[in-house]
């Protein structure tokens, strides 16, 4: 099933790039050890100014997972991460992943019913949490079972941040202390989890075939999946990313931890693939320009991969600042449609190449790119990675090819194609094909080289800030509003990229439309980033014969009004 060079797209990678990769057969607690034992005092993290070594990472990581077996965590138990970019982060997967344990990332800006869904899930019984959500998660009912909470407190463990925040304008040292305190009663400090010494070296490891992470994606029914990716996985797309960024050295390496951790991109690109070149992670818990500017200065980012808002504010920001950009090397923009616009302001300003890439997060996630290279093709998500293959098929028979260049659905296949869905076979047999493939749901079109471009969505989510938002998520809260019938939600494209969530509502009679009234009752149950920010009133809504509102006319009626 690899790739070789007999495909067509393999003649326009970057020179020196592989057709395959050398697959991995160990785990990725081995490659962890090996960047500790090779890099040893190289810095491995920074945050806010401090830094932290390969050496002390491995410390911590030893005795995190000591106090993870202190509390119970066995081989093949589920824990819970609910942490911004911070340096408990890296530690914290990596102690998972040594006791033979599964990784759940969550967005700490989830809602509790959003949490709660994913609880119910996976059923992890121990969790480690920003101090601020830990209410939420203490607050759970009582039969979702969680014995025991590790708090963080990013402020109290990093005294840096304090002196940084000194020098902050009051408005801006008010928000920074708001974001990053917040008490935890009933839970475990994160120091002393760290206090009961070294795990035996002795202690059982994990294997290249065992489940190393469940990563939760919405599906087309609005309720979250649980992915399921192996060591193998995200060892083979960090491998695969090392061949694509060819010319990356050991050691040499710094990459801006923007994108958050507990999203499938920023997972493998930071805690995977850049552990894997032993450089260095400079961490942000959220993205502002003139952060990650003035980190510029100390630290110049050499891979920055982000989304194309993020590119177009860092590059007008620099511009205004005078600060330079020219260090960064490799930049791979995914999650949402890269507009031409933002690929001539990032290129005139850093020189180097902003190439677009794609994936998912059953792919582990990145499966194609655009090459760093002549080669490359703006308006394209380029070509498969080493050692993926992809076919076109039908898009109501995936056991049919279409002709070359019509499009259809997207099919993948390669080592990093995840195992399916936690507790959802039915799920599971519908995403996976015999033989290995991988159902992505997208409408392309291919050209004869390979160079692949996504025409529409069969899955319909809406991509916003490089996050997937499920519309029928969204409608399923509208509905539970007393002056709404029905909804039917979708995106609308933005001129810099990516979409604006909007809902179209049906109204009880004698309702009047109140948006901001119907945005505070979404953000009981939503995230902030699902929240529509339009909201506008239908009638004589379009609906299918067994009564199901059409989301697809609905929003063909309405997008020429906004």
């Known amino acids: ?30 490659m962890l050890d090996r960047a500790v034992a090779e890099a040893g005092s190289a810095p491995a993290l920074e945050f806010f100014g401090r ?8 410390d911590q990581i030893d005795r995190a997972a000591e106090g993870l077996r202190h509390l119970g965590v066995r081989a093949g138990d589920r824990v819970a991460l609910i942490l911004p970019n911070c340096p408990q982060h890296v530690v914290a997967f990596y102690a998972i992943l040594r006791l033979g344990a599964v990784v759940v990332e969550h967005n700490p800006l989830y809602t509790a019913p959003e949490l709660r869904h994913q609880f119910e899930d996976h059923q992890a019984r121990v969790v480690i949490t920003w101090d601020k959500v830990a209410a939420t998660v203490r607050d759970f009912p009582a039969d979702i079972e969680i014995d025991h909470v590790v708090a963080v407190n990013l402020l109290t463990e990093f005294p840096t941040v304090k002196r940084l925040a000194l020098s902050l304008p009051v408005k801006s040292l008010r928000a920074s202390r708001a974001a ?43 309720r979250a999946k649980g992915a399921m990716l192996t060591h193998f996985n995200l060892y083979s797309n960090a491998l695969q990313g090392e061949a694509w960024m060819h010319g990356a050295e050991y050691r040499k390496e710094i990459f801006y931890a923007i994108l958050p951790m507990f999203h499938a991109f920023g997972l493998t690109l930071y ?8 450089a260095l992670l400079v961490l942000f818990p959220k993205f502002e320009p003139n952060m990650v500017l003035d980190a510029m200065k100390k630290s110049p980012a050499t891979v920055y991969c982000a989304v194309p ?17 020219r260090s960064c090397k490799y930049c791979i923009s995914g999650a949402m449609n890269l507009p031409d616009h933002v690929v001539e302001l990032w290129e005139s300003v850093s020189g180097g190449l902003l190439v677009e890439g794609y994936g998912m997060t059953e792919s582990s996630p990145v499966a194609l790119g655009n090459p760093f290279h002549a080669t490359r093709r703006p308006g394209t998500i380029g070509v498969p990675f080493p050692s993926t293959l992809m076919k076109v098929v039908d898009l ?22 995840f195992q399916g869905y936690w507790n959802n076979p039915e799920e599971t047999a519908a995403a996976l094909l015999p033989g290995g493939w991988l159902r992505t749901g997208d409408v392309v079109t291919v050209d004869p080289d390979g160079f692949t471009t996504i025409v529409d969505r069969a899955k319909e989510l809406v991509i916003t800030g490089g996050f997937n938002v499920s519309p029928s998520e ?11 019938v029905d909804a039917a939600v979708f995106g609308k494209p933005l001129e810099r990229g990516g979409e604006m969530v909007v809902a179209a509502v049906e109204l009880e009679p004698r309702a009047t439309l109140d948006q901001e009234a119907l945005r505070e009752h979404c953000r009981e149950h939503l995230a902030a980033y699902k929240i529509p920010r339009r909201i506008v009133q239908i009638e004589n809504t379009p609906r299918s014969l067994l009564g199901k509102i059409l989301r697809k006319q609905v929003r063909e009626q309405v997008l020429p009004t906004l």
């Open 51 to 58: 830094r932290t070594s390969y050496t002390e990472l491995g």
């Open 309 to 325: 808002p993020i590119y177009e504010r860092t590059a007008r920001a620099a511009q205004e600042r005078g600060i330079s950009l």
């Open 1 to 30: 099933m690899a790739n070789t060079t007999d495909q067509p797209w393999a003649t326009n990678y970057q020179p020196g790039v592989p057709a395959e990769i050398q697959l991995p057969t160990e785990s990725l607690v081995d």
């Open 180 to 222: 990053l305190t917040a008490k935890a009663p009933g839970t475990i400090a994160w120091k002393d989890l760290l206090g009961h010494g070294h795990l035996d070296p002795e202690h059982p490891r994990p294997g290249v075939h065992d489940l190393a992470a469940i990563q939760y994606t919405s599906g087309t029914t609005g």
């Open 396 to 417: 109501h028979d995936p056991s049919i090819e279409v002709a070359p260049g019509e499009p259809g659905e997207l099919l993948l296949k390669g080592p990093q194609v």
């Open 271 to 278: 805690l995977t693939y850049g552990i894997r070149k032993q």
């Open 474 to 484: 969204v409608e399923t809260v509208l509905r539970l509003h007393p002056s709404v």
